[in-house]
């Protein structure tokens, strides 16, 4: 059984640095596409970050290039997104999440999900 757990999550303020983990476990993730995506009250859940287990690429969401990094440890079977220069406006719960069938940035194609880390910036 896949299980995917986010930590990391806080309350920082605004220009401060986080960074968020996710432990993955129940199988190999070969050929995975490992994503952070996040979701504020009242707002749909949106894509953050990707990142391709087995090979370097990589893929960020407008709002945080330049600010955002994802990585892994592959013998860790962790995710990483180290989030600086963080704004009010990346106020949420963060998600991590697996996504078995190859590329994406969409929500929809990811199968596994995390329970969510709530990250709060303040003014």
């Known amino acids: 059984q896949v299980q995917l757990v986010e930590s990391g999550g806080g309350l920082v303020q605004a220009g401060g640095s986080l960074r968020l983990s996710c432990a993955a476990s129940g199988r190999t993730f070969s050929g995975y596409t490992m994503g952070w995506f996040r979701q504020a009250p009242g707002k749909e859940r949106e894509f953050v970050a990707a990142?391709?287990?087995?090979?370097?690429?990589?893929a960020y969401a407008d709002s945080v290039k330049g600010r955002f990094t994802i990585s892994r440890d592959n013998a860790e079977s962790t995710v990483y997104l180290q989030m600086n220069s963080l704004k009010p406006e990346d106020t949420a719960v963060y998600y991590c999440?697996?996504?078995?069938?190859?590329?994406?940035?969409?929500?929809?194609?990811?199968?596994?999900w995390g329970q969510g880390t709530q990250v709060t910036v303040s003014s």
């Open positions: 999440a697996a996504d078995r069938g190859g590329w994406s940035q969409f929500k929809f194609d990811y199968e596994y």
């Open positions: 990142i391709y287990w087995s090979g370097p690429s990589t």
